[in-house]
């Protein structure tokens, strides 16, 4: 099996496949399938190893878990968590792996991408991945957040050229490299904002870069990074890149008054959102293009939940702990639905 596991089940129980797939190796048989291993993902298994005894597995495409947590913001930190005070997010996403895995003996499978979901002929869904695993099970909880996103890359046409040279997407917070350095920030999200105060604070000269004055983050943050000093530019675009004396000259234009500025600088950060790459299963989509749910949940496939920012953001509130509220919605319906049946294997009992 690809990737490690936590306390895998000793007592695993395998039916006989259908007639249909006799030539495939029987499925493995759980309770609850949770695709994706984030925070999300994490408590939604939680959420239900806490309530119930039953099998569940969680599968995760990444080589660990965390999502955007480990992969993007690792050293970011998060002062909105209640519990933790000031904690890095990769911090963070380690508590909640250990927390199941040493309380609940959750089990984890790493490097394990889901290809497709299908309904099977005795009721249950069978989950697919791309090395040719099946299981089996009652219900499937999607919690793949945003899939395997990509930095919008900045729109200029030589800008691959400075990758190496000053230009980054999404950069880390470990600002100890940038001492002495002059920053400038390309984007007016919450990311952009945390990564200009953080560098404010860290005495550095800062500049953020927005297409308009509205921004995608908490007034409060705006203000502190304007009273420690951070420029903001607003109704302004990338227009050129180049390099001048070892440093970055970032040409600006203002999108009203169609005038050009510049501005030097060691290193640009850009900001400007992600380009999501999830699988969708099939499943019907709602007109944000994230999957369909009900006020349960559930999407277009009976026993198949979604939570996290594989949904649209209802309230556009976009929060770890508004995820696993969402997480704690789906799950308890799940879990609702397969009292009513008490076990999968009461199922396959009905058939066979």
Do not use: W
């Not at 993902?41 to 878990?65: F, Q, W």
């Not at 009976?302 to 976009?318: L, S, T, W």
């Amino acid at each position: 099996m690809v990737g490690r596991r936590f306390c895998i089940p000793n007592d695993r129980v395998r039916f006989p496949a259908s007639p249909l797939i006799e030539e495939q190796p029987s499925a493995e048989l759980y309770d609850f399938v949770i695709i994706g291993a984030g925070t999300t993902g994490i408590y939604a298994a939680v959420n239900i190893l806490c309530k119930m005894r039953c099998r569940v597995v969680l599968l995760e495409g990444d080589p660990d878990s965390g999502g955007l947590l480990r992969t993007t913001y690792p050293d970011k930190t998060i002062n909105n968590y209640p519990g933790f005070g000031v904690v890095t997010a990769d911090k963070l996403r380690r508590s909640f792996e250990q927390h199941l895995h040493e309380v609940f003996d959750g089990e984890i499978r790493y490097g394990q991408i889901v290809s497709s979901l299908r309904r099977t002929d005795d009721g249950l869904i069978e989950v697919l991945t791309t090395d040719g695993t099946r299981i089996q099970c009652f219900s499937v909880i999607i919690a793949t957040g945003i899939g395997f996103p990509q930095p919008r890359r900045l729109e200029l046409p030589n800008a691959s050229e400075f990758e190496s040279k000053g230009l980054e997407y999404y950069g880390s917070f470990n600002l100890s490299r940038l001492q002495g350095k002059e920053i400038c920030v390309l984007g007016g999200g919450q990311t952009s904002f945390e990564f200009a105060e953080a560098c404010a604070d860290a005495g550095l000269r800062t500049t953020v870069v927005h297409r308009s004055d509205q921004f995608r983050c908490s007034d409060l943050l705006v203000e502190s990074c304007r009273l420690k000093q951070v420029q903001i530019r607003c109704f302004c675009v990338a227009y050129r890149l180049e390099q001048i004396d070892q440093r970055l000259r970032l040409t600006l234009l203002d999108t009203r008054t169609k005038q050009l500025e510049t501005i030097d600088t060691d290193l640009i950060n850009v900001t400007q959102g992600m380009i999501t790459r999830t699988n969708t299963f099939g499943l019907e989509l709602d007109e944000s293009r994230k999957l369909k749910v009900d006020s349960n949940m559930q999407t277009s496939m009976e026993h198949v939940y979604a939570c996290g920012e594989a949904v649209k953001q209802r309230y556009q509130i976009k929060t770890i702990v508004y995820n696993l509220f969402t997480a704690l919605v789906a799950t308890n319906e799940a879990m609702e639905e397969l009292k009513k049946v008490r076990t999968v294997e009461t199922i396959k009992q009905n058939v066979l």
